[in-house]
């Protein structure tokens, strides 16, 4: 089992739409990151948390340290919101999930 | 430099031969990672150094790759003998601790290209 599970793993909505996307993990962390990869691009770090909510704005990042989970909310999205979004956690390496990849139609 | 720099940017080499893939992290970042990312796929955690503790080489897919960091700042990531399965975007990450403090965020690199061939 991976230790860090994303999903959905494809994810296609239209413009406007309130998209989730969840990850859950199974080790000790110090922290949990939301990353963005867009095709051949580099990788940016969207959120770093270890408890509570962190909003920046359409992005919000949610964790419960109890229940092993974060969630990425991204509202009113927009095509240029189609990337790859990574939940990584922090035991002192980084641990990637295998990265949900969005596609925001006009 | 203001963030993460990587040479070479793109690779091309012969089945065989070493190569040397350098990463100058941001000044002050005592936390260094690599990672790869083959074609389509997700990352792939590499070797980790924090600090002066040992690094977390736990990564590694064989005992032709080695990471060295020196001073505390310039790490090289060295693969010997290549192979064609080899082929990656070979991405490099700083940050400055651990822990969710907004100075720990983790700046990547843009990554070296490299081809086997």
């Known amino acids: 089992k991976n230790e860090v599970e994303q999903s959905p793993q494809n994810l296609t909505a239209q413009e406007g739409e309130f998209i989730t996307i969840n990850c859950s993990y199974s080790?000790?962390?110090?922290?949990l990151h939301w990353l963005q990869q867009h095709p051949g691009g580099g990788i940016v770090s969207l959120f770093m948390?270890?408890?509570g909510k962190k909003k920046h704005g359409r992005l919000i990042a949610t964790i419960n340290i109890q229940e092993k989970h974060s969630s990425l909310h991204i509202t009113a999205s927009h095509p240029r919101d189609s990337a790859v979004y990574i939940c990584?956690?922090?035991?002192?390496?980084?641990?990637f999930g295998k990265g949900t990849k969005l596609s925001v139609k006009p | 430099g203001a963030g993460v720099s990587q040479s070479p940017s793109n690779k091309v080499t012969e089945k065989g031969k070493d190569v040397e893939l350098r990463c100058d992290p941001i000044?002050?970042?005592?936390?260094l990672y690599w990672y790869r990312q083959s074609l389509g796929q997700g990352l792939e955690f590499l070797i980790y150094?924090?600090?002066?503790?040992?690094?977390?080489k736990s990564g590694l897919p064989s005992d032709r790759f080695s990471a060295e960091r020196t001073g505390g700042s310039v790490s090289t990531l060295t693969i010997q003998r290549t192979q064609q399965e080899d082929s990656a975007v070979y991405l490099c990450?700083?940050?400055?601790?651990?822990?969710?403090?907004?100075?720990?965020?983790?700046?990547f690199g843009e990554g070296s290209w490299l081809t086997v061939v």
């Open positions: 990450a700083s940050s400055r601790g651990q822990g969710s403090g907004s100075g720990n965020t983790i700046y």
């Open positions: 080790v000790g962390i110090s922290a």
């Open positions: 948390l270890s408890s």
């Open positions: 990584a956690v922090n035991p002192g390496n980084l641990i």
């Open positions: 000044s002050g970042h005592t936390a």
């Open positions: 150094f924090q600090g002066n503790s040992a690094p977390d």
